[in-house]
């Protein structure tokens, strides 16, 4: 069936950002022929734009919480998330995030608002952790013992940062000021001069996007799993305790001010 938008249908159209536009007027069109129509009015833009944030508030739940496919094999893995993902995802349904968001915008409440956290599971991850409320990023341990180094060299190749420190050829050491734990080196060591004695993370906050867009700060590192969970709850109370209405946790930290906020959290 062919469909025909009359010209009202057509102004709201171009008013919807173009990167959406395309799927936008698909989904109009599948929902008037639905109907048995070929004619889509202003109205049937209107219906749809319902119907569509009707469907994005019933999957509001107050947070987000992603994390990425480290834990199912990924050879860069520093860690292994899986239990620290199932605890965060208990802690933040007790936290009832989604009464405290309605509490404060009522029918305004948007997927947007939610408290989003990401964790990676390595410091390769993508950029998910700097842009979102919480960002959680694994980090290997790495023990060093330059006794058994050959001179081989793969540590120095494969490391990304330069933090490899060799004398004649040999390892002497890892730079910790450029290291970023990643485990790259200990990965490709024959002899285990370098290895990775288990892993921690890094806590970064206030990463958004949107109008005012801001990378997020490390707030600490070195946690274990336990302690990831125990500091994102002291967030969250932080958060609801001094949160206006809309605003996201790096808007909050702004605010109140960077080094009161890690005093209260911390």
């Known amino acids: 069936m062919k469909m025909t938008w009359d010209s009202e249908a ?3 159209l171009q008013r919807v950002p173009f990167f959406v536009r395309k799927r936008v007027r698909t989904r109009v069109e599948e929902e008037v022929a639905a109907a048995g ?3 889509v009015t202003r109205k049937d833009l209107e219906d749809s734009k319902k119907k569509h944030l009707k469907s994005l508030s019933e ?3 107050g947070f987000s919480l992603e994390a990425c496919f480290g834990s199912s094999g990924c050879h860069n893995a520093a860690v292994s998330s899986a239990d620290v993902v199932s605890n965060l995802d208990s802690l933040l349904e007790r936290a009832d995030l989604l009464t405290f968001l309605r509490s404060r915008l009522g029918e305004r409440l948007k997927l947007h608002h939610q408290l989003r956290i990401t964790i990676a599971d390595c410091p390769n991850s993508c950029s998910q952790p700097q842009i979102k409320d919480i960002g959680i990023i694994g980090q290997a341990q ?3 013992n330059p006794n058994e180094c050959t001179g081989c060299g793969e540590c120095e190749a494969v490391c990304e940062e330069s933090a490899i420190v060799l004398k004649d050829g040999f390892l002497v050491g890892v730079d910790e000021k450029l290291c970023v734990q990643c485990g790259a ?4 060591c024959p002899t285990e001069s370098l290895s990775t004695t288990g892993g921690t993370f890094r806590v970064l906050v206030g990463g958004k996007l949107g109008r005012h867009p801001q990378l997020a700060r490390e707030l600490t590192r070195d946690l ?3 302690q990831v969970l125990d500091l994102v709850g002291v967030i969250v109370d932080f958060f609801k305790a001094n949160a206006k209405s809309g605003e996201r946790l790096g808007a909050v930290i702004n605010r109140v001010g960077w080094e009161e906020f890690k005093e209260s959290v911390l």
Not at 185 to 188: K, L, N, P, T
């Open 10 to 12: 057509e102004k709201m």
């Open 37 to 39: 129509r070929n004619l």
């Open 59 to 61: 999957g509001i739940k």
């Open 142 to 144: 790495i023990e060093c």
């Open 185 to 188: 080196c200990a990965h490709v």
């Open 224 to 226: 274990d799993g336990l």
